[in-house]
């Protein structure tokens, strides 16, 4: 919520982006000095938001005059690395050929690891690891729906079959 209401001043109010375009000039970082529109119903849409505001291998010390200080930027910071395998596995999910189901049950296992790693970790903010939590019970929730299919069924044959037996399911004949 926090986010949000800072990215909203940074796009709409013209003496906040002057502000925000002179600190990213003065810092050197890349352009376009804009920050990204997210969209509820797009969570990779939050992932480049983030990421057009981070840029990790810049310092950013802004000034307390902008409302901004080191919590907000390292918040923001945790975000993106949080979001980054989400957007990562995303994309393996839409190469063409690649979206095959045992796969799937592959990344949702990362992303339960990932989660629950984040959850665990005392190093991240309570609320980032009330979010993850979150989303862990989400994936949860999807994950449990997937046991009464039979596909699924299959697939976590296969992929428990190759976990214990690498190498191809069937011999040549």
Known sequence: LQFCRIVKKLRFSPNSKAEFVEICQEKECNTPHTVERDVCTRWNSTFYQMKSIWQRHKQHGLKRKHHLDHSNIKLAHDLVNILAIFHE??????????????????????????????????????????????GLKITNKYYSLTNTSPLYRIAIFKYGFLFIFPGPLLSNR
């Open 89 to 134: 596995l995303t994309l393996q999910v839409f190469i063409a050929g690649s979206a095959c189901l045992a796969n799937i049950v592959i990344y949702i296992n990362q992303i339960t690891e990932h989660l629950s790693t984040i959850i665990s970790d005392q190093k991240y903010p309570s609320a980032l690891r009330n979010s993850c939590q979150h």
